[in-house]
């Protein structure tokens, strides 16, 4: 009898323990249906980059004392970097530049050798990272995700003067 007791206690412990769980995962689930991978992402449609904001007006802005907001739509095989009159970034020795940056397409990378800036751009998620070019020069920026067949050629620059 006393065994027999001992198991009903381990068979509702076991229940209870199935609910915890199932909690947990529905919990997380709901998480993750509802709020982006990090508070540095978010979800934007990807057919229509160029009519949200900020990328309806990509290419670098100045948003204070040698602050920029650099604005970038990539798509296979290029970065869009501006208008078409000013498609260069060019910033003074010294600016901070907080990268904005969005795929239309497929998976692209955003590297500049030399610094910690590397990113993955996923369609659909606008990705930020903020570098401060100290050094005067050309900075390459480059896709490191295969992408499809111009994936090598697929770059851009930034020139810090
Ligand atoms: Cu874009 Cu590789």
């Given at each position: 009898m006393h065994i027999h007791r001992l198991e009903k206690v381990w068979l509702a412990i076991g229940i209870a323990m199935l609910f915890v769980f199932l909690g947990v995962i529905g919990i997380s689930a709901f998480a993750l249906g509802t709020q982006p991978p990090s508070e540095h992402h978010h979800m934007i449609d990807p057919t229509k980059v160029k009519e949200i904001a900020p990328f309806d007006q990509p290419g670098i802005h100045q948003v204070g004392r040698k602050e920029y907001e650099a604005v970038i739509i990539s798509f296979a095989f290029g970065y869009t970097t501006g208008p078409k009159e000013q498609p260069v970034m060019k910033?003074?020795?010294?600016?901070t530049v907080?990268?904005?940056?969005?795929?239309?397409?497929?998976?692209?990378?955003?590297?500049?050798?030399?610094?910690?800036?590397?990113?993955?751009?996923?369609?659909g998620e606008v990705s930020q990272v903020t570098h401060t070019f100290k050094e005067k020069?050309?900075?390459?920026?480059?896709?490191?995700?295969?992408?499809?067949?111009?994936?090598?050629?697929?770059?851009?620059?930034i020139i810090v003067e």
């Open positions: 910033v003074p020795a010294g600016s907080h990268f904005t940056v969005t795929s239309t397409d497929v998976v692209h990378g955003f590297e500049i050798p030399g610094t910690n800036v590397n990113m993955m751009l996923v369609p020069g050309e900075y390459l920026i480059l896709c490191n995700e295969y992408c499809g067949i111009a994936h090598e050629a697929m770059m851009t620059k």
